[in-house]
Structures are given as structure tokens and as C-alpha cells.
T-cell receptor, first 112, second 113 residues
Framework: QQQVKQSPQSLIVQKGGISIINCAYE??????FPWYQQFPGKGPALLIA?????SEKKEGRFTISFNKSAKQFSLHIMDSQPGDSATYFC???????????FGTGTRLTVIP | GAGVSQSPSNKVTEKGKDVELRCDPI?????LYWYRQRLGQGLEFLIY????????KSGLPSDRFSAERTGESVSTLTIQRTQQEDSAVYLC???????????FGEGSRLTVL
């Protein structure tokens, strides 16, 4: 059973455009939602994270939007650049638990 | 080292053989995780170590899989009698504390022929 559902599976965006990746979850006990970025041949690296006490968090061109009632959160990449081309994973964690549940990933390609 | 180190980076083995994968976490990180990443799939939790506590083995897919870690040092993931469905990238991550930011290694790509 997939604890975190992620879409789309792949995404192609023009340079300068906005990339949007969506995730949904069922477990209302989740209280920490990070996004990880993975380049080919590398391990994932933390990009940005949010807790459900806020509806939005912004770091540079990257923004997480969080909708607690809908149990959904999304990553927005503004002014997308070719260097943003990577696979993005959303994840969710319940405080006190050991396991970070990951989505299935979105392969983003930003074309010049 | 500066980051999480994994070896081997690539391993090709024949079905039925045993393999051992190694992870050297960031110094001082008490938490260590193993994840499996199949082609085009998300990260599948395998096992978690926290200091000298009993490991959380709830993600291990079968009794052919086992892992060890001594204290806060190196961990080894062992897969016995490998099967073709074991082919994947095995990622190790360490963290300063449970469920903190995970720092991943580059993974060990296992191919079972």
C-alpha cells in the first residue's frame, strides 16, 4: 500500500516555466513533509520541508503548498532551469516513527 | 569522510549467490537507514538502526535479507540466495537523529543475472 501518492510520473517544462508536482496522503498522523531531489547516479538530497502548521513554505525558487484538509501537498519550482532536471520525491513522516514514506518520484526535465 | 560512503557502487552477481553491501555513515550520525530503489520506483524502507537500540527490521522483504551495524559505525546489508527481483539500487542514509534530515549515499547498484 502506497502511503504517499505522487504525480505526475514525469514532467517536461520549458526553461522559465513553473513545475508543479503533487502528493497526497491518507495518514492524518503524518506531521513532517520533506521533498528530496535526486540527480542521476546520486542519492536523494533534502530540498525543502514543511510541517502542517503552515500552508506554504518558500525557499528561493522552490515553494511547498500544503492543504491539510485535503491531505495534499505540492512542490512548485518557479522559473525552472535545466539544472533543475532531476527526480523529485515527496515524503511523509509521523513524529515518533522511524520510517520516512516516499512517493514514487517525478522525473522533471527542463528544456532550454 | 564528508558524506555517506557506500560500496560497492556496482555489483553484478548470479542468481543464488550471496551479496554484501557496505555503508559508512557520516561520523556522529546515530541513525542509519537502508532503502531499496527499484527502477522507476520510489524508495522502499528496509531497515533502521538507532545507536545501540534494537533495529527496526519491519521493511525487510524476506528472511534472505539481513543487516548489521555495530554501535554508530559501518553497516552491512546482506542478501542471501539472490533472486532477479532483488536487482535494484540499495541506498543507505544516515541522520543526526531519528527522522531528521537524511543524508544519502550514492547507492549500490545490484544486478542479479
Amino acid at each position: 500500500q502506497q502511503q504517499v501518492k505522487q504525480s505526475p510520473q514525469s514532467l517536461i517544462v520549458q526553461k522559465g516555466g513553473i513545475s508543479i508536482i503533487n502528493c497526497a496522503y491518507e495518514n492524518t498522523a503524518f506531521d513532517y513533509f520533506p521533498w528530496y531531489q535526486q540527480f542521476p547516479g546520486k542519492g536523494p538530497a533534502l530540498l525543502i520541508a514543511i510541517r502542517p502548521d503552515v500552508s506554504e513554505k518558500k525557499e528561493g525558487r522552490f515553494t511547498i503548498s500544503f492543504n491539510k484538509s485535503a491531505k495534499q501537498f505540492s512542490l512548485h519550482i518557479m522559473d525552472s532551469q535545466p539544472g533543475d532536471s532531476a527526480t523529485y520525491f515527496c515524503a511523509a513522516l509521523q513524529t515518533g516513527a522511524n520510517n520516512l514514506f516516499f512517493g514514487t518520484g517525478t522525473r522533471l526535465t527542463v528544456i532550454p | 569522510g564528508a558524506g555517506v560512503s557506500q560500496s560497492p557502487s556496482n555489483k553484478v552477481t548470479e542468481k543464488g549467490k550471496d551479496v554484501e553491501l557496505r555503508c559508512d555513515p557520516i561520523s556522529g550520525h546515530t541513525a542509519l537507514y537502508w532503502y531499496r530503489q527499484r527502477l522507476g520506483q520510489g524508495l522502499e524502507f528496509l531497515i533502521y538502526f538507532q545507536g545501540n537500540s534494537a533495529p527496526d527490521k519491519s521493511g525487510l522483504p524476506s528472511d534472505r535479507f539481513s543487516a548489521e551495524r555495530t554501535g554508530e559505525s559501518v553497516s552491512t546489508l546482506t542478501i542471501q540466495r539472490t533472486q532477479q527481483e532483488d536487482s535494484a539500487v540499495y541506498l543507505c542514509a544516515s541522520s543526526l537523529r531519528r527522522a531528521g534530515e537524511l543524508f544519502f549515499g550514492e547507492g549500490s547498484r545490484l544486478t542479479v543475472l
